[in-house]
């Protein structure tokens, strides 16, 4: 009997209202904490964060630097086996140039040019910042005068990668500063083909010194790049919910984005042409992984209850901005622009003869048309004068014929003169 009676049922020790009302409790606190650590945080300080991405880039670049150091050792291994030698082709040369083109190798240049990596100074390059300086200001003035920066940046800010849930962007404010950059502390460093540098008076550097630079060694110029500014560009938009039909809700969105402040390394390097490949002559240039970019971002969130200057916001917004920088133009990635040929064109030629010829042309027909000037009014002059004096003397005449008295109301009509001797007589004109 002990065995068929059943076990006394365990109650709940919540109710169903007990627990819905814990369970919407811990909703919100999940919410607030939420909103209050991840969105309105504090962010951490600009030394930290600069410190964290630049250790990052730091490893990024050590991993690249030991990757090609790997490939190039499995290559060198792979070329000590033994290869059929490359069969010659005769060419018919020149007969003109015949003496070969000098070997253009880092040591040769560096000691015609009397530069010695291991003791020479950096240069200071202030000849340079003010020519750098001259750009940028007509740069700024032109874009006052003109809105074909304001249509461009509008233009690129609405092109097709702009997502479905923004509206319209438009730019609010455009900023491009008072400072200019200061350049300095300009040194040359032998690099290889892929860029990586070596220490003066290695064997590394021996044996890049007596190589080519048509093989891929050269030469980089690097200088430290510091500004201090506020180059600003500000945006409104909307966010947009489409779902479940389009334009739900609307979030209005302005944010503002200044550059504060830059400071880094620039590389600028020269990689000459290849005329088998029909490759020309390119400089690239490039920023080292020490760089520093800092940002003043402020947002505003809403229309009517608005939410400004949202830490998190700002956290995203200039995460994204590094990572835009980095995968451009930081080290191991580079930027590189083809040159014009250097040799001198008829059709780039400005000023000289042309000139001359010009001016030549327009005295000579200034002088045309003063001579010609000069001789239309001598002959009006002439003309004027001959008529003039025609008729100055014709009235003159008529006056001494008026004036003249005849000799007979003087004489009596005897035509003889008093005082004359007897039986001569005058002959006077009438």
Not at 21 to 29: A, D, K, N, T
Not at 31 to 37: N, R
Not at 94 to 99: F, G, K, P, V, W
Not at 362 to 377: D, P
């Amino acid at each position: 009997m002990a065995q068929d009676v059943c076990p006394p049922r365990v109650e709940p020790a919540l109710s169903f209202t007990q627990g819905l009302i814990v369970g919407q409790l811990s909703v919100v606190l999940l919410i607030a904490a939420f909103i209050k650590f991840f969105i309105f945080g504090d962010p951490p300080s600009p030394d930290v964060t600069a410190s964290l991405r630049a250790t990052e880039r730091r490893s990024r670049t050590l991993a690249h630097k030991k990757s090609l150091l790997s490939l190039r050792t499995s290559t060198a291994t792979s070329n000590r086996q033994p290869t059929s030698p490359p069969s010659t082709l005769s060419k018919k040369k020149s007969s003109i140039l015949r003496s070969p083109p000098p070997t253009l190798t880092i040591g040769s240049i560096l000691g015609k040019t009397y530069y010695k990596v291991d003791s020479h100074q950096p240069e200071s390059l202030d000849w340079f910042n003010v020519l750098v300086a001259q750009t940028i200001a007509q740069f700024r003035s032109d874009a006052q005068h003109d809105d074909a920066i304001l249509t461009s940046l509008t233009k690129a800010l609405n092109g097709s990668v702009r997502p479905d849930f923004l509206d319209e962007i438009k730019v609010t404010e455009l900023t491009l500063g008072d400072d200019f950059p200061i350049f300095s502390n300009c040194r040359i460093i032998p690099v290889d083909e892929d860029g990586l540098s070596f220490a003066p008076g290695s064997r590394a550097f021996e044996e890049y010194a007596h190589s080519a630079t048509r093989e891929g060694a050269r030469l980089q110029a690097r200088m430290d790049v510091d500004l201090s500014d506020m180059i600003t560009l500000a945006v409104e938009t909307k966010m947009l919910l489409n779902y479940p039909k389009k334009m739900s809700a609307v979030l209005p969105v302005a944010l503002a984005v200044s550059v504060v402040r830059f400071s880094g390394t620039l590389s600028i390097s020269f990689v000459p042409s290849n005329p088998s490949q029909s490759t020309p002559t390119k400089m690239t240039f490039t920023f080292l992984d020490d760089y520093r970019l800092d940002f003043s971002i402020r947002s505003l969130l809403g229309s009517r209850s608005r939410l400004q200057d949202v830490p998190k916001i700002a956290q995203l917004v200039e995460s994204r901005l590094h990572r835009w920088f980095d995968e451009r133009c930081v080290e191991p990635r580079f930027q590189e622009i083809e040159l014009p040929s250097m040799w001198p064109r008829k059709k780039n030629t400005r000023g000289g003869d042309e000139t001359i010829e010009h001016m030549e042309r327009s005295m000579s027909k200034a002088k045309g048309e003063g001579v010609s000037r000069e001789l239309r009014g001598e002959e009006g002059m002439a003309s004027g004068m001959d008529g003039q004096g025609n008729r100055a003397a014709g009235r003159r005449e008529s006056l001494r014929e008026r004036r003249r008295p005849r000799a007979e109301e003087l004489f009596g009509g005897s035509g003889t003169m008093p005082g004359s001797m007897p039986g001569m007589k005058l002959d006077l004109p009438t």
